[in-house]
């Protein structure tokens, strides 16, 4: 696929412009104009959610796939929004409208839009996990460095009561001195649902109004349409998704991540693997990340469990009761509590129930917590400089990070050392590779920052 000129000038022009105003917003009514890049099922969920802001104004809609129901609808509820299949050339055409772009696609495709929208100095929302690699994330979190652009990844949970939770339950005393996590997700989802796969799929007829050439994006590989691959079975794919810990890692582990600054693992060790295959995630795995000292805080290590029935051992002080495996969570083990959690941004407990309620009744325990305005609501609101996002690309960049080398791990096995300094896996030079991954030919300047 070839990149025009006109678009590689254009983007530098824009970025030179919007250098000079930064934080100004073009829209009615001091709206932002938002132009919004794929309009699947989770897409169309999130344009509700950014409409009841009142502050967005939906400018342009792109999707691959022209033929949904949800492309559909959204032209419906938004006649005024112009329609594009390829991204490029909505930047292209209609890029000085702009005040922000939302990012929903595959993960496969996170990374050259959201560069690209940065470039032209546009604020962005990335859906999570910020990108597929551990590059593309590095070279994210650089570019709002360099183009001072507003940024938010889609762990809606991490603007939320949990986040003043744990801030507070932190300042207060209560969260300290934490050594190790367990966190699982047992739900069944969609992201690997064919056993052991012999190698990618083969062709079958395309689907009508379907741009395959776009929806590859940068992945070098010359795969044919699928449907084990769009929509929705890409998840499972190394190659285009990030299986079940990329998709559910940044809602269970976001407050943990940040308010114990974790940054990167110095290990990563994959316990249990069911079915380890080439092409797509295990059925199952159970993955260990170590971490060092830091500021004061002592080593500690999180276990990791996917898949159906690979469940972790329960606290002495959940005795008595049942795990809901269909409900994500997380239990934080600290010197004088163990901490019970769910995901998206869900309060914690202290276990067993009862030590919470003395604290509670001797006032020993925080529990008002103050208010945010949503995940994206705080998004547009930074978009016209009135607060700052709290996942910031500099936030959830190393926590993207992280569930990147989680990935790696699922996918060779073995135990892979990190050096926190230089950012390099020292022990397996495949693993150190795969850090980046090949382009596709024509696509390389999106990694050029």
């Not at 990108?131 to 762990?155: D, H, P």
């Not at 051992?313 to 008595?320: D, Q, T």
């Amino acid at each position: 696929m070839n990149i025009s000129r006109r678009s590689t000038l254009f983007v530098a022009s824009a970025t030179t412009a919007c250098s000079l105003i930064p934080g100004k917003v073009l829209g009615a009514n001091g709206k932002v104009n938002v132009a919004w890049i794929g309009v699947g099922g989770r897409g169309n969920r999130i344009i509700t959610n950014f409409e009841k802001s009142g502050i967005a104004n939906f400018i342009a809609f792109c999707d691959v796939q022209q033929d949904t129901k949800y492309l559909q609808e959204a032209q419906t509820r938004f006649p005024n929004a112009k329609i594009f299949q390829d991204w490029r050339v909505m930047l292209d055409q209609i890029g000085n409208e702009i005040d922000a772009v939302v990012v929903l696609t595959p993960d496969h495709n996170h990374f050259p839009i959201t560069i690209s929208a940065m470039a032209m100095g546009k604020h962005v929302y990335t859906e999570k996990p910020l990108a597929r690699t551990f590059q593309e994330i590095e070279l994210l979190m650089a570019a709002e460095q360099k183009y001072k652009v507003v940024t938010q990844m889609g762990n809606q949970g991490h603007t939320s009561d949990n986040f003043n939770q744990f801030k507070a339950w932190q300042e207060a005393g209560i969260i300290k001195d934490v050594t190790h996590v367990d966190a699982y997700m047992n739900k069944w989802r969609r992201w690997h649902p064919w056993g052991d796969v012999p190698g990618y799929p083969t062709g079958e007829p395309m689907r009508a109004h379907l741009d395959w050439d776009i929806w590859k994006g940068v992945t070098p590989l010359d795969v044919e349409y699928s449907d084990k691959l769009h929509p929705g079975n890409w998840r499972g794919w190394h190659q285009y998704g990030t299986g079940c810990f990329g998709d559910w890692g940044a809602h269970i582990l976001d407050t943990i991540h940040e308010f114990l600054e974790l940054g990167l693992p110095s290990t990563i060790t994959a316990k249990k693997r069911e079915l380890p295959n080439p092409y797509v995630f295990p059925l199952a795995s159970t993955i260990n990340f170590g971490f060092p000292e830091r500021n004061g805080m002592p080593a500690m290590d999180i276990d990791w469990y996917d898949g159906a029935e690979n469940l972790p051992p329960l606290p002495p002080e959940f005795a008595g009761k049942t795990l809901n495996k269909d409900k994500p969570g997380k239990f934080i083990y600290s010197k004088d509590y163990v901490f019970q959690g769910d995901s998206h941004g869900s309060l914690l407990q202290i276990l067993p129930y009862e030590k919470m309620r003395e604290l509670l009744v001797a006032g020993k325990l925080p529990k008002n917590f103050g208010k945010n305005p949503d995940h994206y609501e705080s998004f547009l609101r930074a978009c016209r400089g009135e607060n700052t996002t709290n996942s910031r690309f500099s936030v959830s960049g190393p926590l993207s990070q992280m569930l990147a080398l989680g990935c790696m791990a699922q996918r060779l096995g073995g135990s892979l050392e990190f050096d926190r300094e230089t950012k390099q896996i020292t022990n397996n030079k495949l693993a150190n590779s795969l850090l980046k991954d090949n382009i596709r030919k024509g696509w390389e300047q999106y990694y050029k920052l």
